[in-house]
């Protein structure tokens, strides 16, 4: 068998009542809920069972969650010795990724990810930015359109560049929708995003000034897994790296298929994405079909997963 990555997803994979049968069935899930509670002094737990949805989708609430959840997921696994060759996550995911690789605390990653949150929401305030994924579009030529368009009053950028033939744009309104429709014309199909801001873009700036501060409170160890960083598509494990790339990934493009390729070419053949969704498990086959996916997000797929990747049965529910 070849390696095993754990892959952590971001923004968009939440939805109200994720981890919900978790708690109950396991007391190490529940430990870990309580303890994002306990530190960020608020009820996140009851947001994410309970929602509304529009308080979850809020992005200092939405990021907290995420990890919470990933991080739950990833205990579970690991109760069964199930550990990985190398880690990577998609933008906020990565912070799952630092959890799993022993750079970061559980405590230390949702405190630092909720005033993340907190940061980029006052950055640019709700309106002002946002994000679209163009299909089946160039991405040179995207650039090209971007710099264009960034030229006049707007600003507008690559931010992820997901699989073959999907990348997301980010920037002001004004900015998205006319790089938007200048891709459309030359035959992109464009789906904008329910985000609240325009991540991973210049315009996030602001916000990576006044995070470097959270950083430095908290303790970055060096990472005892290779992390695939978002902002290279490289292997890190030096803490010092880790807080650069960090302060970097706010403002900088998400280069996920290039962090797939690269984990392939490392001999990583098995990919799990451990979180809510199948987000990242969907980029992973397009980027090649032949990779072995595997999702775990609930009881049930941590049980298959462990039969799976152990080749044998395991009951999952100590």
């Known amino acids: 068998m070849g390696k095993i990555a754990f892959l952590f997803p971001g923004q968009g994979s939440q939805f109200v009542g994720m981890g919900k049968e978790l708690i109950h069935q396991e007391t190490l899930a529940k430990a870990i809920f309580d303890q994002a509670d306990e530190k960020l002094a608020m009820n996140l737990s009851k947001i994410i069972f309970e929602g509304p949805e529009d308080v979850l989708k809020k992005t200092e609430n939405t990021q907290p969650a995420l990890l919470t959840i990933s991080t739950a997921v990833l205990e579970l696994l690991k109760q069964h010795g199930i550990t ?25 990653a949702v405190y630092a990810v909720r005033n993340r949150g907190l940061f980029m929401e006052e950055a640019v305030p ?15 030529r995207l650039e090209a359109i971007s710099a264009e368009v960034s030229a006049g009053e707007e600003s507008v950028q690559v931010a992820n560049l997901n699989c073959p033939g999907q990348i997301v744009i980010s920037g002001t309104v004004g900015g998205v929708e006319k790089a938007s429709a200048l891709a459309k014309e030359e035959g992109a199909k464009v789906i904008p995003l329910q985000v609240s801001g325009p991540f991973h873009s210049s315009l996030m700036k602001p916000a990576a000034e006044k995070y470097q501060a959270i950083l430095n409170e908290i303790d970055i160890k060096d990472a005892k897994t290779p992390v695939i960083a978002n902002v290279t598509a490289k292997p890190i494990t030096s803490k010092d790296d880790i807080k ?3 302060i970097e990934q706010l403002y900088s493009p998400v280069r996920w298929e290039e962090s797939i390729r690269e984990l392939m070419d490392l001999g990583v053949d098995t990919f799990v994405e451990i979180g809510p969704g199948k987000v990242l498990s969907g980029l992973v086959k397009k980027v090649n079909r032949r990779a072995n996916v595997i999702a775990v997000g609930d009881s049930k797929t941590i049980q298959s997963a462990v039969e799976k990747l152990k080749g044998e049965s395991a009951d999952v529910r100590k």
């Open 126 to 140: 709700a309106g002002v930015g946002t994000m679209a994924a163009v299909i089946g579009f160039d991405q040179e």
């Open 84 to 108: 990985p060759d190398y880690v990577a996550g998609h933008s906020l995911g990565e912070y799952s990724a630092l959890v799993a690789a022993g750079s970061l605390s559980f405590d230390d």
């Open 244 to 246: 650069h790339k960090l």
